[in-house]
């Protein structure tokens, strides 16, 4: 059985990408932050389709932690599915905050490097004697680091989800003799909990979003679960080094 390790799949994105890959017959180890009661309840899906899956505490902006979570990810391998190895990674974990240019501290700077780049380029480092080859990875960027997604207040944030696109490049071209595919996808406004649930705080913004969208509404979770797992199976064997819109058309 293939294993796939997704970061941040407590909800949102992260949460429909491990039911979308366990649906496809793959097992998954999901970290969560701080919402436990999520990360169990994805667990749960995942059983309830028929899956195997571990939940696994993790901190992304804290690195200094990975070599234990490595540890932790060595114990579920064996323990669970009798290996030593998985097969994917998806790097999702992440926040999002709105910040415009003046207003943007040094602190707020420093987090979205440590959770949006920094945790992403060296869990997978860390991870990566334990990535079987012929392997894959996903990282979650977003459109907000495309002309296509740019809007006012997402300086930072888009900044750091850029690096993490062309770092998605770099890692397809090193690892690429081990036959290890990498690529990201860029989601537009997605109905998450991302910025301290703000959909839910503030609905209204809904319509407008959805009327800057070409296909008419803002995205759901399912619409990039789906691709993640699309792009860590063999239909997608020979796409490497790509970054996929999955925004319905914003701004098109």
Do not use: C
């Not at 990282?139 to 690096?163: C, I, P, Q």
């Not at 406004?189 to 839910?200: E, K, M, P, V």
């Not at 997608?236 to 790509?242: L, P």
């Amino acid at each position: 059985m293939r294993v796939v390790i997704v970061t941040g799949a407590s909800s949102g994105i992260g949460q429909s990408a491990a039911i979308q890959i366990a649906r496809r017959g793959a097992g998954v180890i999901l970290t969560y932050s701080s919402n436990q009661a999520g990360a169990l309840d994805t667990v749960a899906h995942i059983e309830k389709v028929g899956g195997t899956a571990v939940a696994l505490p993790l901190d992304v902006g804290r690195s200094e932690t990975f070599p234990a979570f490595r540890e932790s990810v060595v114990t579920a391998l064996r323990d669970t599915w009798q290996r030593d190895s998985f097969d994917s990674l998806v790097n999702n974990a992440g926040f999002g905050q709105m910040a415009m240019f003046e207003e943007t501290t040094e602190e707020l700077f420093d987090r979205f490097t440590r959770i949006l780049l920094r945790g992403p380029y060296f869990l997978t480092q860390t991870l990566l004697p334990l990535l079987a080859d012929g392997g894959a990875v996903v990282n979650v960027t977003s459109n907000a680091a495309l002309l296509s997604g740019m809007e006012a207040g997402y300086s930072a944030y888009g900044s750091l989800k850029g690096g993490l696109v062309v770092l998605t490049r770099y890692l397809a071209k090193e690892l690429s003799p081990r036959g290890i595919r990498v690529n990201s996808v860029s989601p537009g406004s997605t109905r998450t909990r991302i910025a301290g649930d703000a959909f839910a705080r503030h609905p209204e913004v809904i319509p407008a979003l959805a009327a800057k969208t070409a296909l008419g509404r803002v995205g759901e979770s399912d619409d990039i679960g789906m691709v993640i797992a699309t792009l860590l199976g063999e239909e997608s064997r020979w796409i490497t080094a790509q970054n996929i819109e999955v925004s319905g058309g914003y701004n098109l």
